[in-house]
């Protein structure tokens, strides 16, 4: 499996990342020396994931104290890359509020992310069943949290446990992170596995192929409501239709206590480029997904259930 420091790291002069664009065809450095070219990064999904972004925004933040670089104009670039996932806001003000060298607190926020996710996918790996089929969505491994995965960490600990039997894998229109990205990494940890159309869920979900949805977030608001790559919704939707419970696997810091619901996400809508580049495209990057679709929010605190807004309350990252 990867490594953290392959995913992202903070060198002597530079933030490095693993480039999600290439994979899973060629496994590419792409070396950023300022936190503008880390802010480049992720907005061009070089880096992706929602706590994989807040731990390059730290690293870029701590290149951006060695280099000299005006702090405050450094938050603001590296803060209006990509304007939904939460993570980025919450490891900025961490750096922010740090006192010591912020080399050492953007490492610390790297190793916390990787705890939560070995955490938090133990806490999931309890709602499977013996011989559980699963489908899920976007990527929410390694690549997306900087080492375990939030989602696909789930997987993993429920497969090394013998509880899972095998994984669809929606391919997720129009950048296939799944078929590029979660295929790639659930290859490399020998989980049995099928790459499907988006499409192709609800018709699989009928056939009883489906015992349960599990997702990551990018973000999730005080009541339950949560953002995640487009099409969660849509599986949601279906789900519940199955009888087939979803559940969404993030950290604490995805957790907004400050949005009461999904209606105050900001939505980032990307280029029609990425979707045609002949005709006029809408091309959302998210949508939300509402607190009574989903059977349980799982932390590295544990399993939340409905109420939202009173299991999330208090939860904070460490």
Known sequence: MLEPQRIVRLEDDAVVVLDQRRLPDEEVDLVCGSAAEVAEAIRTLAVRGAPAIGIAAAYGYALAARNGEDL????????????????LAWALEEMRGWDGDPAERARQIHAEEVERCRLMSAHAA????PGTRALTHCNAGGLATGGYGTAVGALRTAWERGLLDHVLVDETRPLLQGARLTAWELEDAGIPHAVIADSAAGS???????????TGADRIAANGDTANKIGTYSLAVLAAHHDVPLYVVAPSSTVDPATATGAGIPIEERAAAEVTSRFTARNPAFDVTPAGLIAAIVTEAGVHRAPYSASLSGLVAA
């Not at 405050?72 to 993570?87: E, F, I, K, Y």
């Not at 699989?204 to 599990?214: I, Q, R």
Request: hydrophobic residues 60%.
């Open 72 to 87: 405050a104009a450094a938050v603001s670039t590296l803060a209006g890359a990509r304007p939904t996932a939460v993570n």
């Open 126 to 129: 309890a709602l499977f069943d």
């Open 204 to 214: 699989l979900m009928a056939s009883g192929e489906v015992d349960l949805v599990v």
